[in-house]
Nanobody, 115 residues
Framework: VQLVESGGGWVLPGGSLRLSCAAS????????MSWHRQAPGKGRELVAT????????KYDDSVKGRFTISKDTVKNTVYLQMNNLKAEDTATYYC?????????WGQGTQVTVSS
């Protein structure tokens, strides 16, 4: 199983980025997929989840209304659209899959929001 994130970078406050998580070895339609983030000196926190059943989504209160998690089952990829970014969104963002065989993590992609 491999999860490969991309799309991170530097953006001004108020800007947007779209992160991608390309999965191989598992089907994103079959398992819960989520995005987590870890800021310097802080623990890893759950940002958004898209559940395998009916594609129900759930967000941390800090990103609700600004971030959208989605998936493309043809491309086997999960996305995180991030709008109205704030300095406090600066972190390394990780893709995560919870499967019957265990939990899998990507290598992370850095997002920096700064003027």
């Amino acid at each position: 199983v491999q999860l490969v994130e991309s799309g991170g970078g530097w953006v001004l406050p108020g800007g947007s980025l779209r992160l991608s998580c390309a999965a191989s070895g598992i089907s994103v339609s079959r398992y819960h997929m989520s995005w987590h983030r870890q800021a310097p000196g802080k623990g890893r926190e759950l940002v958004a989840t898209i559940f395998s059943i009916d594609d129900v989504t759930k967000y941390d209160d800090s990103v609700k209304g600004r971030f959208t998690i989605s998936k493309d089952t043809v491309k086997n990829t999960v996305y995180l659209q991030m709008n109205n970014l704030k300095a406090e969104d600066t972190a390394t963002y990780y893709c995560h899959s919870q499967t019957y065989g265990g939990d899998y993590w990507g290598q992370g992609t850095q997002v920096t929001v700064s003027s």
